[in-house]
């Protein structure tokens, strides 16, 4: 198997009757990291947001297909058991749940039932898995991201990644609020990843995240498209002179979408 492939067509998505995506093309293949970046208020954590089911998203035209089969009809545990994993922009806090709970029902959500995971497996992968990670043993036994630091947060998602093992996943700033370790941290777990199968999506806004995770494609999407897509070397351009000439370039003259609509 040559890993999973997540093609999304003409995406459009509206929210609350307002149309933030306004076709989205993007083709992520099993083995490929790619990176989305773009100014504030583009539409990054809504393709994000769409493409796992949040029910706040309307998708009101085009397509998102994982191997060919329709991700739209399936249902948000559907996605996850499909492949599909999310890293949050802002994790949600799960008061009662340990993390470990968390982490153990949800790999077995995603195995057949009959089949979950032995314990002692489970916290031998957890146990190594938050060693590789740096994070403090503590957190396993706490509610899931209540009274987290932001970068503690960020690290958890990672250690959700490395536990679930997903063959598609969209990781959308995972470097907010990073401290410089803990960005070599969490930049050293996905990497981990990297197999010809797995495929992922890197929302981020800045290239020092692309100095460790080197992105096969970068993508920028400005009003609620994809508007140019590249190398390495387009991230690093943006870093150079930000976005004004990919505007003019493209005749774009205001990037936000709520203004725009
Ligand atoms: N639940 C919502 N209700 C109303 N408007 C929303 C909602 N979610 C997003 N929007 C609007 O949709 C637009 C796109 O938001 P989105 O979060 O996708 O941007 P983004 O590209 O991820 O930005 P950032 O870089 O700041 O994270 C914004 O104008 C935002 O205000
Ligand atoms: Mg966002």
């Known amino acids: 198997m040559a890993g999973s492939t997540l093609e999304i067509k003409d995406l459009h998505v509206e929210i609350e009757g307002l149309e933030i995506l306004k076709g989205v093309n993007l083709t992520i293949k099993g083995g490929e990291f790619h990176a ?7 539409g990054k954590s ?39 994993f999310l890293a949050m922009q802002y994790p949600s806090e799960i008061s009662g749940v340990t993390t470990s709970d968390f982490l153990r029902s949800s790999i077995n959500s995603l195995r057949e039932e009959g089949d979950e995971i032995p314990l002692m497996q489970f916290i031998k992968k957890m146990d190594e898995t938050m060693d590789y990670l740096e994070i403090d043993k503590n957190m396993a036994q706490r509610y899931l991201n209540e009274g987290f630091s932001g970068g503690e947060k960020k690290r958890n998602e990672i250690l959700q990644l490395m ?61 609620g498209r994809v508007v140019k897509s590249g190398g390495p070397e387009l991230a690093e351009r943006l870093e150079a002179e930000g976005y004004d000439w990919i505007k003019e370039e493209l005749g774009i003259e205001d990037e936000t979408i709520g203004q725009n609509a």
């Open 46 to 84: 809504t393709l994000a947001s769409a493409v796992m089911g949040h029910p706040k998203y309307e998708v009101t035209k085009g397509s998102i297909l994982l191997d060919g089969e329709d991700v739209l009809e399936m249902e948000v545990d559907e996605r996850a058991q499909a492949g599909l």
């Open 36 to 42: 989305v970046m773009g100014p504030n208020g583009t």
């Open 163 to 223: 536990m679930l093992e997903p063959a598609m996943a969209i990781l959308d700033e995972i470097d907010s609020g990073l401290d410089i370790d803990a960005l070599k941290v969490v930049s050293k777990g996905i990497n981990k990843m990297r197999n010809e199968e797995f495929g992922c999506l890197i929302i981020t806004h800045y290239q020092r995240l692309l100095d460790y995770i080197t992105p096969d494609h970068v993508h920028v999407m400005m009003q």
